[in-house]
């Protein structure tokens, strides 16, 4: 109903050799942070490496460099802190290391009372997750991200073509990776809240992907003539519109979650929000070029 992008004729193909270029490096980047994931490497949280984590409410205000101060003598120095902006809230995470270690909360508890005798705390919640468990949920966050790319390539294979099955996988794959990559060099945490947005933003782009797709689908068959790079860029142009404010739209939602959806959403909403943008990219300069490159120029008719 309302056009905010106009027609547009952008040669979506002749950029392939770039989008190639770019998006195999943060994926080589990815895949060694995904290797250190496995092993154990990484800003993992402790429910992916174990460790405790504490939510203590200070009746005063306290600085965080008091807080780790107080740690660090304590014995701590490899805490975690995180403060909650507007409280008097810290969320304090102490990593397991090797073997799992008994009642750290209990020990964390009687460090601050003893450093901060004069400034009351209450301790709102305590987790604890030992390293077997942490290395577990590592294997099956994982096992899932790979059952999902296989039944990717299957459901677009029957739908479409086994090729832009693949290509969609790919795509979906590249997306996870690149997020993975962007997150380890910002030192971001991963827990089991990151791996729930890699699968959502999965979910996303293949999405997106699926349009473009079927938009390409419909204009091989009225366009018999044309090249197949010909017609995946009129296809791309067509949807574009679609595209840009669908993605738009959902951005602005999950800037709203960043913003506004307290410090335990912050990673969650940050990786949605980067996953649009590298889905929206993946649709139409990664999946898109893979099939052209595949298929060739040759215009073979699609399943209806």
């Known amino acids: 109903m ?54 203590v409410r200070f009746e005063q ?21 995180q403060s909650v902006p507007g409280e008097n809230i810290y969320i304090i995470k ?32 305590v987790a604890e997750i030992g390293p077997a468990i942490g290395k577990k949920l590592r294997t099956d966050a994982l096992f899932a991200l790979a059952v999902s790319a296989l039944a990717i390539i299957v459901y677009l294979a029957w739908r479409f073509e086994f090729k832009f099955g693949v290509a969609a996988a790919l795509a979906t794959f590249h997306d996870v990776i690149v997020l993975v990559a962007i997150f380890y060099l910002l030192g971001r945490e991963m827990d089991l809240l990151f791996i729930t947005a ?32 010909e017609t995946i860029n009129l296809s791309v142009n067509e949807v574009l519109s679609r595209t840009v404010i669908t993605s738009l739209t959902t951005f602005m939602a999950c800037i709203a979650l960043l913003l506004f959806g307290g410090v335990v959403l912050q990673n969650f909403s940050l990786a949605l929000a980067l996953g649009i943008i590298i889905g929206t990219y993946s649709s139409v300069f990664v999946a898109s070029p893979i099939v052209a490159r595949w298929r060739g120029e040759k215009m073979v008719q699609v399943k209806r």
């Not at 979910?203 to 018999?224: A, H, M, P, Q």
């Open 94 to 125: 102490v990593s397991a290391k090797g073997t799992e270690e008994k009642m750290v909360g209990g020990k964390v508890e009687t460090i601050l009372r003893e450093g901060f005798p004069s400034n009351p705390q209450t301790v709102e919640s």
């Open 198 to 229: 890699l699968l959502t933003i999965g979910g996303y782009s293949l999405t997106d992907t699926v349009v473009v797709f079927d938009r390409i689908r419909e204009n091989i068959r009225l366009r018999k003539r044309s090249t197949f790079s």
């Open 61 to 81: 205000q306290v600085q965080e460099d008091q807080v780790r101060k107080v740690l660090t003598s304590g014995g701590f120095p490899e805490a975690s802190l």
């Open 2 to 55: 309302l056009e905010i992008i106009k027609e547009t004729r952008i040669d979506f193909m002749r950029l392939k050799k770039y989008s190639f270029a770019f998006s195999g490096t943060v994926v080589l980047i990815g895949l060694y942070a995904v290797f250190q994931i496995f092993t154990g490497g990484g800003n993992l949280g402790i429910d992916l490496a174990g460790g405790t984590s504490l939510q």
